[in-house]
Nanobody, 122 residues
């Protein structure tokens, strides 16, 4: 069984920054791809960023490229999402998830956290 627990969400003004964390346990963390997804009210959950098990490869949604950075610490079994220059349209619940393959496709992620709310005010 895999457990993922997100933290770090909150309320921030546009242009501000937040760092999300996701603590993982259960699966062999160091061999799994980790991803961040987000879901705004009334919208489908969508891909934000992913990082391969070795951190050698990352991928980002076009809407967050150059503003968000995903990283991981395999020794701490944690993954992070540094979010800079936040915009009101970044407001959503952010979820971390794990997958046995490197992908941006939501359906290939088999374990999910409970989510953390990020609200960006104009």
């Amino acid at each position: 069984q895999v457990q993922l627990v997100e933290s770090g969400g909150g309320l921030v003004q546009a242009g501000g920054s937040l760092r999300l964390s996701c603590a993982a346990s259960g699966r062999t963390f160091s061999s799994s791809t980790m991803g961040w997804f987000r879901q705004a009210p009334g919208k489908e959950r969508g891909f934000v960023a992913a990082i391969s098990w070795s951190a050698a490869t990352t991928a980002y949604a076009d809407s967050v490229k150059s503003r968000f950075t995903i990283s991981r610490d395999n020794a701490k079994t944690a993954v992070y999402l540094q979010m800079n220059n936040l915009k009101p349209e970044d407001t959503a619940v952010y979820y971390c998830a794990t997958s046995p393959r490197f992908t941006s496709t939501l359906s290939f992620y088999d374990y999910w956290g409970q989510g953390t709310q990020v609200t960006v005010s104009a």
